[in-house]
């Protein structure tokens, strides 16, 4: 500032420099203040695309959620199975049986050892398809090994890589059913059945490793969800227990009575006769 100028031009001049200084901090004020309501905007979007998100996760249906589904599987929860015993096969025209399993359930394995030649018969003949619901509902009876998981994952295994073969191990893995409260079989035994009733060696090999359960655990855990949910499936207790059975849509109850079975499929009494089962508890 010059020495020369007056008072006044002095004045002045210091009140043309607070004037340009307060602008300047205004212009700063601005800035900051557009910053900080940009940053608080970006953050409301991202929230209400978070929450947004979680609310459309939490309308999926318990299937919607799974990412790996067996090839070939009906109602999702299926695996259908048609007169040459392959995954993923019907039978046109026929009617349709729907059995509900645990593989460490004793009375499902009742019930295969009621029906199972029958309903072979019936499915090689063309009258029925049958349709294997695998599910996992007595985890806690096997000493904390999952076995009833893994052995749903294995035969969703092999119904998706060696469908060829699963009628064929759906009754192997019966007829080595372990007892209810214990470990039941391990992975290494479960692979030993696949191949026993012909699955390739290296599909087996995938049960052995824990591919298989790794893969189809979430399927099992959401079919075993949407299973124990459904009121049309439940019995007169008011729950749903294994085995389930369903022929064309309804309940069938009377299964355990030797010929019953295929009686209320094809209208004939049973070609040979089968062992009784017995009482479910």
């Known amino acids: 500032m010059s020495t020369n100028q007056t008072k006044a031009q002095r004045r002045d001049a210091a ?43 939490s309308q999926k249906t318990p299937m919607e959620k799974v ?8 109602q999702e929860t299926g695996i259908p199975v048609g007169a040459d015993g392959a995954a993923g096969t019907s ?9 509900y399993v645990d593989y460490m359930c004793p009375i499902c394995g009742q019930f295969e050892q009621t029906n199972s030649a029958s309903i072979t018969e019936m499915r090689e ?23 009833s998981t893994r052995a749903a994952s294995a035969a969703a295994w092999v119904a998706d890589r060696a469908p060829e073969q699963f009628a064929a191990f759906h009754d192997a893995m019966f007829a080595s059913q372990p007892q209810e ?73 009377d299964w355990q009575t030797p010929g019953a079975l295929t009686q209320a499929i094809t209208g004939e009494a049973a070609s040979s006769d089968e062992p009784s089962a017995e009482p479910s508890e």
């Open 15 to 57: 009140r043309a420099e607070a004037l340009a200084l307060q602008k300047k901090q205004q212009a700063s004020e601005k800035r900051n203040r557009l910053i900080v309501l940009g940053a608080l905007g970006l953050g409301v979007i991202i929230l209400v695309v978070a929450v947004v998100m979680i609310f459309m996760e």
């Open 67 to 74: 990412d790996n589904v067996p090839a070939g599987v009906v």
């Open 91 to 99: 039978n046109e025209g026929a009617k349709t049986l729907d059995v």
């Open 125 to 147: 003949a063309g009258d029925v398809t049958f349709v294997v619901h695998p599910v996992s509902i007595l985890d806690r009876t096997s000493q904390g090994t999952e076995y």
């Open 181 to 253: 409260n214990t470990a039941g079989l391990s992975d290494e035994q479960i692979a030993q059945v696949a191949e026993q009733a012909g699955v390739p060696a290296d599909v087996a090999a995938g049960i052995t490793d824990g591919d298989a359960t790794d893969t189809y655990r979430e399927w099992v855990t959401a079919s075993t969800e949407l299973a124990t949910s459904d009121e049309a499936l439940f019995n007169a207790q008011g729950g749903f227990g294994t085995p389930t059975v369903v022929i064309d849509g309804e309940r069938f109850e």
